[in-house]
């Protein structure tokens, strides 16, 4: 059974959105890259635009692992000095949006069904050409996911989305979820009983 | 004309200076007496600005050991180091140094020159992307884009240098910066909204470690570097005393526990080449007080099975070292001084008797030890015999190997910042010039670079550095002919296959007679003694080269995979 941080084979893979604050400096987005590609953390999207503040931008990035690497994604983010504030918004309730650009294949007498498909997810089509269109679609990670699997059959030519961004709606603000951790270095059975006197050890060989 | 150095205070309305001047001013600001480093075109302006300023300047024989001389400056005065390169190849050869730095919180700000802004992503002469290439091993790093930026990102530099946990910081100038006019305001202010170190512990997590330490019957106290780094030497020997707890140190820990005066309760150095009793305490008790300690790989042996008894309280300036390897019970954040006096006051003391019997036991019958037969010199001895003529009152640098093992092993500390070592990078070379900054920094103690062959000609040109500033750094050199610790490994699980380990030397004594030190040479066991302590007395800079038994093994060694428990003693037990 592994228990070390990172390896685990029963360890579940949850992902998050982070939202972090930075000060609007160059070099800051390269840090924060750098240290997920040196830590080994996965960044399955990362969107950073500005802010209110002209002096802050705000990165969201979705990143997976299990709850330790999590946690260590948080706090190395934590860590960098140009970095604000981090808050894991996945537990929270949020409005998340992802856009999406979808150039599917479209013969003429398929206009009608795609321009139907699009209009029921309140997609639009920017673009027409003879044999393809383009469609814009914004709206939750789900939502975009579906779409792409409704294009599917009629042939994707390119594609493109954003990322996730997300903030947190007014009405809550739990604080992100703590799920039961694996521990990193017990033996298999629960901690010993204090009247226990400890083993002699083993001499070595 | 650029307003004179002195009290920045002076006036009252804000001098008009160039970006150099006011660079120079903010160091003196800081309280810089000392900068390491070397010169070159794109830190020339800075240079001549330097030249009339009341600061030491150690000129380096390459930039490396700049990086290594104000590292060590900084460990053995607690001060912030200081170093200055130019663009191009000179700040990348400052990276191994700063890694360095990194990986030992040490706190420390590196200046580099850098072409004109207008140059910048050029391919400019001499042009390197300095903060691309070291922002994996600093702390922070900025390129100043306006000179007037250059008061408020100095001031900036220094404070995160030396807060929180302390680390290597580096700031980029490009030269028409350095040279550009700007009006320096009477109180600079920082921008740093991101960066609020934790000072105070959480009392409720205090209250519950005392009550943890409170009921153990085998508690031990494991120190690491953070206790030096955080001056909380004084408070971890009274929480041991008062508690009754013994004492285990990491590699850059040795220093902070006295390991003679309070001999009773020390346990000397844990891990893959610490003691018996120390890994064995570990292994079996029921509390473990991690204060300023990371839980590094070398130190915890297979962590799945890493003191499995314990109930682990962990006490750390940096939030991101909480649980990081090792999951611990009960974490406190903050400054290990402030919390253990804290923790002090709720301590009781507990006889454990049964406890300290055990651990006295470990101790009697498993002592660090070497075979002392045989008509070759061992380096143990040689360190025993450094160890006994300094009275134990040198501060001791290193390289990194066996030689760095056997130092941490057989001398005896006793007062923190004593030791000088690469502990988290390894970085052989190390050893000189980091004797050559702590020499500077502490002129009136003896200081003794104990050094490696494959270690020292790493950085050997440095011997140039000490004699031009008449610095009286002793080198002992464990001279194997072997990179010893690679050839260790070699031996014990690829059957004795020396690839690329062997080495052959130049004659360190006449070598170190060439630049200017004094050069001895050992080659029987019976010289050992009379030639430290010619390395000792003799005056300047002096390189003892001893001849040693050329295949000797660092033991206890608990190997990859192994848990603490399981040391190879090597046939000595």
Request: proline letters at 6%.
């Amino acid at each position: 059974m592994s228990r070390v941080n990172g390896a685990g084979m029963e360890a579940k893979d949850h992902k998050h959105v982070l939202n972090v604050l930075v000060q609007n400096q160059p070099g800051v987005l390269a840090h924060i890259a750098g240290m997920f590609a040196s830590r080994g953390f996965n960044i399955d999207s990362l969107v950073v635009g500005r802010t209110e503040d002209p002096a802050l931008s705000r990165v969201v990035l979705v990143t997976s692992g299990d709850e330790p690497t999590l946690e260590q994604v948080r706090k190395q983010l934590g860590k960098i000095i140009t970095t604000v504030k981090v808050r894991d918004l996945t537990e929270q309730n949020c409005v998340h949006r992802d856009l999406l650009l979808i150039q599917v294949h479209c013969p003429p007498e398929r206009r009608g069904e795609i321009r139907q498909i699009t209009e029921v997810f309140r997609g639009s089509i920017v673009d027409v050409a003879s044999r393809s269109v383009i469609i814009q679609l914004t709206g939750s990670e789900e939502k975009v996911e579906a779409f792409i699997e409704l294009c599917r059959p009629y042939g994707i030519q390119q594609l493109a989305r954003t990322g996730v961004i997300a903030i947190p709606r007014a009405s809550q603000r739990a604080d992100a979820g703590r799920s039961q951790r694996p521990s990193r270095r017990r033996a298999a059975n629960a901690k010993p009983s204090r009247q226990h006197p400890a083993a002699p050890p083993m001499p070595p060989s | 004309m650029a307003t004179r150095v002195g009290s920045p205070s002076a006036t009252s309305t804000p001098k008009t200076c160039t970006g150099a001047q006011a660079f120079v001013d903010a160091l003196l600001q800081e309280g810089v007496e000392v900068m390491f480093g070397y010169s070159g075109g794109a830190i020339l302006p800075f240079f001549d600005r330097l030249y009339d300023a009341p600061i030491r300047f150690v000129l380096s024989r390459h930039e490396q050991g700049a990086g290594h001389m104000a590292d060590g400056y900084a460990r053995a005065t607690g001060k912030v180091g200081v170093c200055v390169a130019t663009s191009g190849p000179g700040a990348t050869n400052l990276t191994t140094a700063l890694a360095t730095a990194y990986m030992d919180s040490i706190p420390m700000v590196a200046f580099t020159g850098q072409v004109p802004t207008s140059a910048i992503g050029n391919d400019a002469f001499q042009e390197a992307d300095v903060t691309g290439v070291t922002r994996p091993v600093t702390k922070h790093n900025v390129l100043v884009n306006k000179a007037s930026d250059l008061p408020r990102i100095v001031k900036e530099a220094f404070y995160v240098a030396r807060t929180g946990r302390p680390g290597p910081v580096l700031v980029d100038l490009p030269k028409d910066v350095q040279v550009a006019q700007l009006d320096v305001p009477e109180n600079v202010k920082m921008d740093l909204p991101g960066y609020r170190p934790r000072v105070h512990g959480h009392a409720r997590q205090i209250r519950l470690a005392a009550d943890h330490i409170n009921r153990a019957e085998r508690p031990v106290l494991y120190v690491g570097g953070g206790v030096v780094l955080a001056g909380a030497s004084d408070e971890v020997r009274q929480l041991a005393r008062k508690g009754n707890i013994p004492v285990t140190t990491t590699l850059l820990g040795l220093g902070a526990f006295d390991e003679v005066g309070d001999a009773d309760l020390a346990l000397h150095m844990l891990g893959m080449h610490g003691s018996v009793y120390a890994n064995y305490a570990v292994q079996n008790c029921d509390v473990l007080i991690a204060v300023g300690a990371r839980f590094d790989d070398r130190v915890t042996g297979r962590i799945e099975t890493f003191a499995p008894h314990a109930t682990i309280i962990h006490i750390d300036v940096d939030p991101a070292s909480i649980s990081k390897s090792v999951d611990v019970d009960v974490p406190v954040v903050g400054d290990a001084k402030k919390i253990v006096s804290e923790l002090l006051a709720e301590i009781e003391r507990r006889e454990r008797s049964e406890w300290f019997a055990q651990i006295d036991a470990w101790r009697k019958q498993y002592p660090f030890s070497y075979d002392s037969k045989g008509t070759n010199i061992k380096p143990q001895y040689v360190i025993e015999e450094v160890c006994r003529q300094t009275e134990n009152q040198a501060i001791i640098a290193t390289g990194v190997g066996q030689h760095q093992m056997w130092a941490a092993q057989y001398y005896r500390w006793r007062f923190p910042r004593q030791m000088i070592t690469s502990g988290g990078l390894g970085t052989m070379g190390f050893g000189l010039p980091a004797a050559i900054g702590a020499q500077v920094g502490q002129p009136d103690r003896t200081v003794v670079d104990i050094d490696g062959d494959g270690s020292f000609t790493m950085t050997l040109p440095e011997l140039a550095t000490a004699v031009e500033q008449n610095l009286p750094v002793k080198v002992v050199i464990l001279n194997n002919s072997f990179q010893g610790m690679v050839r260790q490994w070699q031996e014990l699980f690829f059957n004795k296959r020396y690839s690329a380990t062997r080495m052959q030397n130049p004659d360190f004594a006449r070598l170190a007679d060439a630049f200017g030190a004094k050069g001895l040479r050992i080659t029987e066991k019976a010289d050992v003694p009379d030639g430290v302590r010619e390395l000792l007395e003799t005056e300047g800079c002096v390189v003892a080269d001893f001849h040693v038994e050329p295949e000797e093994n660092v033991y206890p060694m608990v190997t990859v995979g192994k848990s603490l428990d399981e040391m190879e003693l090597g046939g000595l037990a």
